[in-house]
């Protein structure tokens, strides 16, 4: 029951102290990130880990004046793949092989079958299915910082263009996605932390088929 204890003590805080996250706790949550699933096992996507003082003004500037982002210890963003190719499929299915030790040939067809639904269908789909990819990635994170009892503010509300812009995410062929905020809440001062959690009940949550 560890991990439930954890994500009730967990909500998106909306005011940090600036206390520092130590590095490993840091590295527990970037490394629950890395090994959350992805389809196929591909991992389209990248986290940057910004702790940089001029680099999360500039981000707070376009992520609408948030002020978790420049009180964070860390401020965490997943980037996506802007599109598959089969070049990039290709270099993650070589590694799988090496690491595996098994032949060279052996995830040919799988490849083939991959690439064939994928190419087709265009560079907006592939933009949105790495991103939903990163997306797990990022619960992850989340539910990691909470077993660290490590603070988070999973956001959306950012100008993507603008911090694609900020981190250079173009010319790497990917596109910013989500930010995660990690700190320590600031309890005298955040209006969120004593209000209780609320969740759908399980009863309405559930459906159940038989």
């Known amino acids: ?13 909306k005011k940090m102290n600036g206390q520092v996250v130590p590095q490993e706790k840091l590295d527990y949550i970037l490394e629950a990130a890395k090994l959350a699933p992805s389809s196929s096992g591909l991992q389209p996507y990248k986290v940057f880990v910004i702790t940089n003082k001029e680099v999360k003004e500039k981000l707070r500037a376009v992520s609408f004046d948030q002020s978790q982002v420049t009180d964070a210890s860390h401020v965490l963003v997943w980037a996506a793949w802007d599109g598959y190719t089969l070049d990039k499929i290709s270099a993650v299915f070589n590694k799988t ?18 690439w064939g639904m994928y190419e087709p269908l265009g560079q907006e789909w592939h933009a949105n299915h790495s991103a939903k990819q990163a997306y797990i990635s990022f619960g992850m994170a989340i539910a990691a910082a909470a077993e660290q009892k490590v603070d988070t ?18 010319e790497l062929g990917l596109k910013s996605v989500l930010l ?20 759908t009940s399980q009863d309405e949550f559930i459906i159940e088929i038989k």
């Open 1 to 13: 029951m560890a991990l439930i204890d954890a994500l009730k003590w967990r909500y998106a805080t």
């Open 97 to 114: 092989i090496a690491e595996r030790g098994i032949p060279a040939t052996a995830m040919d067809d799988y490849k083939k079958t991959l």
């Open 153 to 170: 503010t999973p956001m959306e509300g950012f100008i993507p263009a603008e911090v694609d812009k900020l981190l250079g995410l173009s």
């Open 180 to 199: 995660l905020p990690l700190g320590y809440r600031d309890e005298a001062n955040d209006w969120l932390v004593n209000m209780k959690k609320v969740r």
